[in-house]
């Protein structure tokens, strides 16, 4: 038996933490989105009780390093089943992008294996086994627009975004999640988005309240190591998107453009500073259980 599931994106509209937990964790308040750039995850059963992992990126690896095989681990354990499968992921998302795609195809197997296996578990029971591969897998089994608190694991899904359109800018760099992570300090963090008043933005598709209270709190910490970061952020500014952040830990920055127009026209610009540059929408993956 054969499946496929489509692995968006993401990004954050929002992204605060408030505190550190005992262990490390963070705690997270942030606004995310998908987008309609997306890996394609096929799976296949084995006969064996075996995990094996095949991509056609060389920067991945396919053992159990990769998020995609934890997360069919985590499954089994939680199911105790034996079964084996076979993961062929075919990437779109750049890697170690801020974009989720390791994320988003971890989640893209626990939704698929739940149809494969025919094993009934709700979203919220595949986002609370997600955490346990990383924190951005819980959105990821929603993938659509959602508030996410907690460590990664409450996922509040919010109604969809207003027509936009999204210019994703990711520079020749790849940055380290954890490295970025260690370095965040609470005394010195002076400025967080305003998520209240995102939400609020969000629940009434008010344009102008969404794009004034954007915000990642990761950014400046990111961008002193890369300022490629805040280079790309400008020019999309100046080539015309209403508002420009980046997301996740980076170094990928996105512009956010109400106007299909003014978006061809800022991403026509950027590609001549930038090799990777993507025009993409918001999407929302229908629930399937």
Not at 10 to 20: A, P, Q, R, V, Y
Not at 239 to 255: E, H, K, R
Request: charged share 20%.
């Amino acid at each position: 038996m054969q499946i496929v599931e489509k692995a968006p994106a993401k990004i954050n509209l929002g992204l605060d933490t408030l505190f550190e937990h005992s262990n490390g964790d963070k705690e997270w308040d942030m606004v995310m989105t998908s987008v309609d750039l997306a890996d394609y995850v096929m799976l296949e059963s084995l006969n064996s009780n075996r995990i094996e992992v095949v991509t056609d990126s060389g920067f991945l690896p396919n053992d159990r390093r990769n998020l995609a095989f934890q997360a069919v681990s985590v499954l089994k354990r939680y199911c105790h089943v034996d079964w084996g499968v076979r993961i062929k992921i075919r990437k779109a998302i750049p890697v170690a992008a801020g974009l989720g795609g390791g994320s988003s195809d971890a989640a893209a197997v626990l939704r698929g294996l739940n149809r494969m296996w025919s094993l009934g578990l709700d979203l919220a029971t595949l986002a609370r086994l997600g955490l346990q591969v990383d924190s951005d897998v819980p959105y990821c089994v929603y993938s659509q627009t959602a508030h996410v608190t907690g460590k990664g694991e409450v996922v509040t899904p919010l109604p969809k975004l207003p027509p936009m359109w999204i210019i994703l800018a990711k520079p020749k760099i790849s940055v380290s999640t954890p490295n970025i992570l260690r370095q965040v300090n609470y005394d010195r963090i002076t400025a967080h988005p305003n998520i209240d008043d995102l939400l609020s933005g969000i629940q009434n598709q008010d344009f102008e309240a969404i794009f004034a209270n954007m915000g990642n709190v990761l950014e400046p910490i990111t961008a002193k190591r890369y300022p490629e970061i805040l280079q790309i952020k400008q020019q999309l500014l100046t080539f015309g998107a209403d508002a420009a952040q980046m997301s996740g830990t980076g170094p990928t920055v996105f512009g956010v453009c109400r106007k299909q127009s003014r978006a061809q026209r800022v991403y026509n610009s950027l590609k001549g500073f930038c090799r990777e540059v993507y025009l993409v929408r918001p999407v929302n993956l229908e629930e399937r259980v």
